[in-house]
T-cell receptor, first 115, second 113 residues
Framework: EADIYQTPRYLVIGTGKKITLECSQT?????MYWYQQDPGMELHLIHY???????EKGDLSSESTVSRIRTEHFPLTLESARPSHTSQYLC??????????????FGPGTRLTVT | AQSVTQLDSHVSVSEGTPVLLRCNYS??????LFWYVQHPNKGLQLLLK??????LVKGINGFEAEFKKSETSFHLTKPSAHMSDAAEYFC???????????FGTGTRLQVFP
């Protein structure tokens, strides 16, 4: 069982509110990721981090922002939520790898609904 | 550019019958390939991975996949389906040098009693 946690698991919030989705891992992994997944669709990478103070935008444009002040923590923030942000957000982590065969460990996800 | 194509969006089987979930990949390099499973309201779990060692890869829960370079395929199989196998399955290729994972669109497996 992977030690990666996300809170909250479910969130329903009104338009315009600021929200922060939490992600923590206890495996000491350097790399962390945020994916967005709409129902029945594939995952799209929206942010990733190589380590502390490193953040990069992923392949899918997102209005969210991330920070990486501590190795184990990688929160995602939406300054002003909109209905178009309704989706499932999955956090993952992996060891730093020179090759590309790193397994990513996924959290259970946060299902966000913006009304 | 790396990509994966999952050929079936839905697969339905009876319990006890074989499972075949198809995946084709496109890669300019020798790829690393993965199969992940996602049960309802759960995170993704790695089933198995191919990293240029043995072409037949065994994973958890009786699943296995065979890497066929000539066919650019990495199909997932299981000899006998169980009700607990009902889930969404994602074929994934990694992007060399960036460690990014590129996901297929997923195959929903239904298992009937």
């Amino acid at each position: 069982e992977a030690d990666i946690y996300q809170t909250p698991r479910y969130l329903v919030i009104g338009t315009g509110k600021k929200i922060t989705l939490e992600c923590s891992q206890t495996m000491g992994h350097d790399k962390m990721y945020w994916y967005q997944q709409d129902p029945g669709m594939e995952l799209h990478l929206i942010h990733y981090s190589y380590g502390v103070n490193s953040t990069e935008k992923g392949d899918l444009s997102s209005e969210s922002t991330v920070s990486r002040i501590r190795t184990e923590h990688f929160p995602l923030t939406l300054e002003s939520a909109r209905p178009s942000h309704t989706s499932q957000y999955l956090c993952a982590s992996s060891e730093y790898c020179g090759r590309v065969d790193c397994e990513q460990y996924f959290g259970p996800g946060t299902r966000l609904t913006v009304t | 550019a790396q990509s994966v194509t999952q050929l079936d969006s839905h697969v339905s089987v009876s319990e006890g019958t074989p499972v075949l979930l198809r995946c084709n990949y496109s890669s300019s390099y020798s790829p690393s390939l993965f199969w992940y499973v996602q049960h309802p309201n759960k995170g993704l779990q790695l089933l198995l991975k191919y990293t240029s060692a043995a072409t037949l890869v065994k994973g958890i829960n009786g699943f296995e996949a065979e890497f066929k370079k000539s066919e650019t395929s990495f199909h997932l199989t299981k000899p006998s389906a169980h009700m607990s196998d009902a889930a969404e399955y994602f074929c994934v290729v990694s992007d060399p040098g960036t460690d990014k994972l590129i996901f297929g669109t997923g195959t929903r497996l239904q298992v009937f009693p």
